[in-house]
């Protein structure tokens, strides 16, 4: 698992579905396994293959197209709702994603992305869209996503006019609490953090009835 | 209006302090400037998926569990529900069931495994041994963890890296939640059980419309059920999104609590008790949403789609393409493509292949006597096969006490043993490529129950209908008459 994240600068695939949910990304039946690796083959299965075969790709679906590369996600609000499966973000993480963009993301996979430094981008609905738009009429754009900046920019190719396409800026910004950007720019885990605090916790404890 | 929203006023915060607050306060050991508080976990409760990695990180750290006393295992997802004294025959699952046999061996947690007579799903045994309580933090790697709110508790799912965390140093990090309360008012119809409430509620909140909430559940209606029934609905808060659903704890809580296996005793519980009764949203609270629900208003309910906001009450119809937002279109087309089913039409009559009863939902004992009390001397229809899985090795014990398995064994059903089975498709227990199947459960994603099935999520008692006719039905045709 790559530690550490700040600046990546990538061609994007669009997932344009909405409700995307934990057992889409990784079914059930692939949580057998009882280590973090080799999630990846089985991302977005049954969407991915007919009859659950790997030797018949759906041909339509964005994962198996040739067009559609690079190391940041796209895809439609409410994305990883429902179970707390973390082997949902190991499973995008090993496939080679850095970066998940939506509108809008459940909250335990949101936790779980950021434990796994998959940083997920949530953005507004009219800039999602305008990711969807720019990446379909030209899937070698590069979308560039900046920690540091809190900033997601569109490629400049993608400017008719000076800073905005289309009435709206080429760059947004979100939101990141200090504390998990600190982590993720610096490669730091929580486990290190709350090891740190063992006299801490022990005192509190002695304070319970 | 049977549904009504209010937002508090910015800055119009009151002395008084929520549910949520009274617990959380007592549970941060500190508070980060700008991120997350650590929250110190009283008890946490681990299954065979999503601990063996956590295990793993601890032993690459060279770390012991820091407090294996306030741990908890079962093994429930991932065991078969026959022949459960038999070698589990698949390699994997057999391997996850026995890697967690050797952890706890390892680490000093108490088991529960296949065999005991505890074993069961991992949100009905805390409860039924009295190891949930109110006033606590709870947390489990399963979004179902919130099922343990009905006690008056914080309780969550968290995630394997976050079950490391929690064995490492028995705390978490997390950010509080926005709090929003939904109180369920006057009397609810006949027919109408808890498990209608809560498909209601996310219907009309939608599947994220509580995400970055914790909910307390209250209300009239909310108050007047009982135990299980309360589980229910705090069950579901997940599948709106909600990091957490509470209900303040009461003489039901605490009737039902005494003088369960783990429940404090003598002058301990005592203590307990004092320290519960304080345990509710003061008067004067303020929360950031407030929903006030008609109980009279709720219908029994169905789902016709792939997220449980897609719910219908049973005498309604499926929207029609025009009743949909331009906006949604393409994810309702798409879900409905996926069930099979069309825009606008009516969902009462429509043929199920699979009627399943079970799951951290609806497998207690209570579900189970309210299937019998429907199906007795009654028998299932033709081609329908139904499956019965009690939550918990106790609750299998109760349902033979009680003589439920023989009205069971009399209606045609298979009464299977204790495990998550065909709620999630992970276990042998599936629903086979394009079946329906009338669910107990809590999900209806594609795939959720197997490859291609699809699923009807409802109450017991409309399950327990679609069993004996063999389609979907109004369990109230059948109490008037
Ligand atoms: S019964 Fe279903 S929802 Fe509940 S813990 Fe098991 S798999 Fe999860």
Not at chain 1, 150 to 163: D, E, N, W, Y
Not at chain 2, 331 to 353: A, C, N, R, T, W
């Amino acid at each position: 698992m790559s530690k550490s994240i700040n600046i990546i600068k990538s061609t994007a695939v669009p997932l344009q579905i909405e409700n995307v949910d934990t057992d889409q990304i990784i079914p059930a039946r692939f949580l057998k396994a009882t280590n973090r690796d080799g999630f990846g083959k089985n991302l977005f299965r049954d969407w991915r293959y007919e009859n659950d075969n790997e030797m018949t790709p759906k041909k339509d679906f964005v994962l198996n197209s040739p067009i559609f590369k690079g190391s940041i996600l796209v895809a439609g609000k409410n994305f990883g709702c429902g179970s707390s499966r973390e082997h949902a973000a190991w499973a995008i993480k090993d496939a080679g994603f850095d970066v998940v963009v939506s509108s809008f993301f459940a909250d335990i996979f949101k936790n779980n992305a950021l434990n796994n430094f998959l940083l997920p981008v949530v953005v507004s609905d009219e800039f999602l869209q305008k990711i969807f738009e720019t990446v379909s009429a030209d899937p070698s754009s590069e979308i560039t996503v900046s920690l540091e900046d809190q900033a997601i920019s569109l490629p400049a190719a993608s400017l008719k006019t000076g800073p905005r396409v289309d009435g709206l800026e080429r760059v947004e910004t979100f939101d990141i609490n200090s504390y998990k950007k600190t982590c993720l720019l610096n490669g730091y885990d929580d486990i290190d953090y709350l090891l740190s605090m063992k006299d801490e916790i022990e005192s509190y404890e002695t304070t319970r009835i | 209006m049977s549904v009504q929203h209010k937002n508090s006023e910015p800055g119009n915060k009151g002395k008084g302090k929520t549910l949520f607050e009274k617990i959380w306060e007592k549970h941060v050991v500190k508070e980060i400037d700008g991120g997350p508080s650590v929250l110190y976990v009283d008890t946490h409760l681990i299954h065979e998926v999503t601990s063996p990695q956590a295990f793993n990180g601890l032993a690459k750290r060279g770390l012991k569990v820091f407090r294996p006393k306030q741990v908890v295992a079962t093994a429930d997802h991932n065991v078969p529900t026959l022949n459960q004294h038999l070698p589990i025959k698949e390699e994997l699952s057999r391997i996850q069931v026995q890697t967690l046999k050797d952890n706890c061996a390892k680490f000093g947690i108490e088991l529960y495994g296949l065999g005991h007579p505890y074993q069961g799903i991992v949100h009905v045994i805390g409860p039924e041994l009295g190891i949930t309580q109110p006033g606590a933090t709870i947390v489990c790697g399963d979004s179902h963890t919130s099922t343990h709110g009905a006690f008056g508790a914080i309780a969550f799912g968290i995630g394997t890296s976050e079950v490391e965390m929690v064995f490492a140093t028995q705390c978490l990090m997390q950010t509080k939640p926005k709090l929003m309360r939904i109180n369920v008012e006057g009397e609810l119809k006949k027919g109408v059980v808890s498990k209608d409430i809560i498909l209601y509620i996310i219907s009309h909140t939608s599947a994220s419309g509580a995400t970055g909430y914790a909910v307390e559940y209250a209300g009239s209606a909310i108050r007047s059920l009982s135990m299980e029934a309360r589980m229910t609905i705090c069950n579901m808060s997940i599948e709106m999104g909600a990091r957490c659903g509470m209900i303040a704890p009461d003489t039901t809580t605490f009737e039902y609590i005494k003088g369960r296996e783990f429940a404090p005793q003598g002058t301990a519980w005592d203590r307990k008790l004092a320290d519960w009764k304080t345990l509710y949203s003061d008067k004067d609270a303020v929360f950031d949403k407030e929903i006030l629900i008609d109980a009279a208003a709720i219908e029994p309910m169905i789902t016709y789609g792939t997220n449980p906001g897609m719910g219908v009450g049973v005498t309604g119809h499926i929207p029609a393409l025009d009743e949909v937002e331009e906006k949604e279109k393409p994810y309702f087309e798409k879900s409905l493509h996926y069930m099979g089913l069309q825009p606008g039409v009516k969902i009462k009559g429509k043929k199920v292949d699979y009627v399943f009863i079970g799951s951290c939902t609806n497998s207690r004992i209570e579900d189970l006597r309210m299937v019998a009390s429907f199906v007795k001397g009654k028998h299932k229809a033709n081609g329908v096969e139904v499956w019965i899985v009690p939550g918990s090795k106790q609750v299998e014990a109760q349902a033979k006490e009680e003589g439920i398995d023989k009205i069971f064994e009399e209606a045609g059903f298979l009464l299977r043993q204790p495990g998550c089975s065909a709620c999630l498709g992970m276990n042998e227990d599936k629903i086979p490529a394009g079946k329906y199947c009338i669910s107990t459960s809590n999900r209806n994603f594609e795939g959720r129950q197997g490859p291609n099935a699809r699923t009807f999520l409802a109450s017991p008692l409309t399950a327990a209908v679609a069993a004996i006719t063999g389609e979907v039905g109004d369990v109230r045709d059948y109490l008037l008459s």
